[in-house]
C-alpha cells in the first residue's frame, strides 16, 4: 500500500473511532512551560497517555504508548536545549528516560515515568532561566568544557574549537558569563565530583584522576576551597541521599 493510501485509510479509521492527537496549540503551550521552567503552566497543561483515543503507532497497546512517550522526551529534550539547557546534560537525561520506559509493563507505569520526567525538566530549566541565552562561541565553549571535563583543557583547545583566538574567546566568555573560562571549567569540574561523590563508589582518588585534576591534593583543596568541607565529609553527608531537585 502506497503512503496516500495509506495515509487515507488513517484518517478514515482515527475519525471512525475518534483516535485524535493533543492540538497543536496545546502541545506547544505544554513544551513552552517545560522550557520556561513554569511547573504550575505544564502541570495544567499534562497530559496523562491512555491507552483509547490516542494516536495509533503500534498494535500493540503498551507499545504504543511507549513510542508516543519517547516522541514526547524526544521534543522536550530540544526545546529545554534551545531555552539553555546544557546540551549534553538534557541528552544524557533523556537517554536515562527512554531506559526507563522501555523497562515499563504497565499503562500506570508509563504515566507515572511521563509525569516524573515532565517535573524534572522543568526543575532543571528552573534553574537555568535566569541565565541568558548565549553567542554561538561561548555556547560552543561551554559544550566543549561539559564534553571534556575528563579531559586536559587548554585555552588552546577553547579557541581552536570555537574558531577565535584565545584573547577573544576570554574576554567574550567574561563578558557574557561574568566569569572567567578558568573559574567557570573549575565550578564544573566540583559540579562534576559532587555528583560522582553523591551517587558513585568510586574513590576520591579515582574522582580527582578522572575529572584531570593534577593531583588528588589539590583536587581535595579546591573542593574545600568551594564547598566548605572535604570531598569524604561530603560524601558521608550526602552519598545517595541527595534531592532529585540538585
Do not use: W
Amino acid at each position: 500500500m502506497g503512503i496516500r493510501e495509506e495515509l487515507a485509510k488513517t484518517e478514515f479509521y482515527n475519525r471512525e473511532y475518534s483516535l485524535t492527537h493533543i492540538p497543536y496549540e496545546k502541545e506547544l503551550a505544554f513544551y513552552q512551560a517545560i522550557r520556561n521552567g513554569n511547573m504550575r503552566e505544564m502541570r495544567k497543561l499534562f497530559t496523562p497517555f491512555c491507552a483509547e483515543g490516542f494516536g495509533k503507532l503500534s498494535e500493540n497497546p503498551l507499545r504504543n504508548l511507549k513510542y508516543h512517550l519517547v516522541i514526547t522526551i524526544s521534543f522536550i529534550t530540544r526545546y529545554c536545549i534551545e531555552g539553555g539547557l546544557e546540551m549534553e546534560s538534557a541528552y544524557n537525561l533523556s537517554d536515562i528516560y527512554i531506559r526507563k520506559i522501555d523497562t515499563c509493563k504497565s499503562e500506570e507505569e508509563i504515566n507515572a515515568i511521563h509525569k516524573e520526567l515532565c517535573e524534572t525538566y522543568v526543575k532543571r530549566m528552573k534553574k537555568v532561566r535566569p541565565v541568558k541565552i548565549y553567542s554561538k562561541p561561548v555556547q560552543k565553549t561551554i559544550d566543549y568544557i561539559y564534553d571534556n571535563l575528563h579531559e586536559k583543557i587548554t585555552l588552546g583547545n577553547i579557541a581552536e574549537n570555537a574558531e577565535l583566538s584565545e584573547s577573544y574567546i576570554s574576554r567574550l566568555f567574561h563578558k557574557e558569563t561574568g566569569t572567567s573560562i578558568s573559574s567557570y571549567l573549575m565550578k564544573k569540574r566540583i559540579d562534576a565530583a559532587k555528583n560522582l561523590l553523591a551517587y558513585t563508589q568510586h574513590s576520591i582518588s579515582e574522582i580527582s584522576s578522572f575529572l584531570n585534576f593534577s593531583s588528588e591534593s589539590h583536587f581535595i583543596s579546591m573542593f574545600k576551597k568551594s564547598c566548605a568541607v572535604t570531598p569524604k565529609k561530603f560524601r558521608e553527608k550526602n552519598f545517595r541521599n541527595k534531592i532529585e531537585s540538585d
